[in-house]
């Protein structure tokens, strides 16, 4: 069995009950699995163990005595079910010190691998593995790869497979095991209206860009700065934004800043951290405007990952331009899904002219055809389950 590990604290599965109050819109990157399970009939299972929360900083949470800590859990999660519209009759909830040697533990990195993680290890025993989903994981990286090297049935998986990727091998070059390549999943309503010779001979890009510098606390993106060298998650985004006015003829720029940045005010721009400026954006019909362009340029992560907005893109007819080391794994090529680039803005515009139109429509339709078949939410939900299911140990 597949059990999902504290699923209330962030948005990569459902909406968390923090959003709700900070009026936040929840991505749920991996909702599919919530969703595909129960269209299946199938419960969710989840264990849920009192070492963390949706509200109190994991610091200040740790100091609560364990009686309160359940109490405040107990309410968070159920707020959880209702805003996911959810039951406890929807649910499969594991007690976290009961062993079950044949169950797998599914934890997102993001926030589980990090705060009060001594805590953890009694669950973490209880299961056969705790596979550590690295999604986020270039947010204190250091701290992160530490913890999940000290369990010893931890097994590493993300969106595509990063094991060649500089930054991973910098944290991880202990990790030996199978690195696990769980895709996205391409909601339905990504489809391909307009035929691509009636569209715009341009790419549309995509996408939010965060300054590094100002966010905090600092300490959280130190590791992936001071190895990088960047001061954001993805160098081509920030590359066609600060270049929109000069590529304005060959690249439609929608990219915005994941936050309102540089507030004068100190205690505003504290207060800003709570909140992202994507309102505008989420205004967008994007599966139309995906449909008006030929090629799209979503940006992959320099640590490793695709975006899903890529996937997304492929889906609506678009040509991706992307770089081809970030889809290991998942059974795309360049020329036959998507084409490359080398992270030039020349490249990106060369690869705009390289082809001709039939060779635009070829990979137009291998690439829809191919995320159709293979990252629609039930196929990325019976390859989650696949991939999750196996025994590692023989």
């Known amino acids: 069995m597949i059990y999902l590990y504290n699923p209330h604290v962030d948005d990569l599965l459902g909406e968390p009950p923090h959003f709700k109050y900070l009026g936040r819109r929840p991505l749920k990157k991996y909702g599919?699995?919530?969703?595909?399970?129960?269209?299946?009939?199938?419960?969710?299972?989840?264990?849920?163990?009192?070492?963390?929360?949706?509200?109190?900083?994991?610091?200040?949470?740790?100091?609560?005595?364990?009686?309160?800590?359940?109490?405040?859990?107990?309410?968070?999660?159920r707020k959880w079910l209702k805003l996911n519209n959810l039951s406890l009759k929807?649910?499969?909830?594991?007690?976290?010190?009961?062993?079950?040697?044949?169950?797998?533990?599914?934890?997102?990195?993001?926030?589980?691998?990090?705060?009060?993680?001594?805590?953890?290890r009694a669950t973490f025993d209880a299961f056969r593995h705790v596979v550590f989903h690295l999604s986020h994981y270039f947010v204190s990286t250091n701290e992160k790869a530490n913890n999940m090297k000290s369990v010893p049935n931890a097994l590493l998986a993300g969106d595509s497979d990063i094991t060649e990727n500089e930054y991973f091998k910098c944290f991880f070059s202990w990790y030996e095991k199978p690195f696990l390549v769980l895709p996205f999943a391409v909601a339905g309503r990504f489809k391909k209206v307009k035929p691509i010779v009636d569209r715009k001979a341009m790419a549309l890009a995509t996408g939010s860009l965060h300054d590094l510098k100002q966010e905090l606390?600092?300490?959280?993106?130190?590791?992936?700065?001071?190895?990088?060298?960047?001061?954001?998650?993805?160098?081509?985004?920030?590359?066609?934004?600060?270049?929109?006015?000069?590529?304005?003829?060959?690249?439609?720029?929608?990219?915005?800043?994941?936050?309102d940045y540089g507030k004068s005010n100190s205690l505003i721009n504290f207060l800003a951290h709570f909140v992202v400026s994507q309102k505008k954006y989420f205004g967008i019909d994007i599966v139309s405007l995906y449909n008006d362009y030929r090629f799209a340029v979503v940006g992959e992560e320099l640590s490793g990952f695709p975006a899903l907005g890529s996937f997304e893109a492929i889906s609506c007819g678009c040509v991706l331009i992307g770089e081809s080391k970030c889809y290991a794994g998942l059974g795309l090529l360049p020329d036959v899904h998507f084409i490359e680039h080398s992270g030039t803005l020349d490249s990106i515009l060369d690869a705009i002219d390289r082809k001709g139109a039939t060779e635009i429509e070829v990979i137009s339709e291998t690439g829809k055809k191919t995320i159709d078949r293979c990252f629609s939410p039930k196929s990325s939900f019976q390859t989650w389950n696949d991939v999750l299911s196996c025994d590692f140990e023989k």
């Open 32 to 77: 599919f699995f919530i969703e595909q399970s129960m269209l299946n009939g199938k419960k969710i299972n989840i264990c849920i163990d009192n070492t963390i929360s949706a509200f109190i900083p994991s610091n200040l949470f740790s100091k609560i005595p364990l009686f309160f800590r359940k109490m405040i859990v107990k309410i968070e999660f």
């Open 90 to 120: 929807d649910v499969v909830l594991k007690d976290e010190t009961e062993k079950r040697s044949s169950d797998v533990l599914l934890a997102f990195s993001y926030k589980l691998a990090t705060g009060n993680f001594e805590e953890r």
């Open 217 to 259: 606390p600092a300490e959280k993106y130190r590791d992936y700065m001071g190895t990088t060298g960047a001061d954001n998650y993805h160098p081509v985004r920030k590359m066609i934004f600060s270049e929109r006015n000069s590529a304005l003829k060959y690249i439609d720029c929608r990219i915005s800043y994941y936050r």
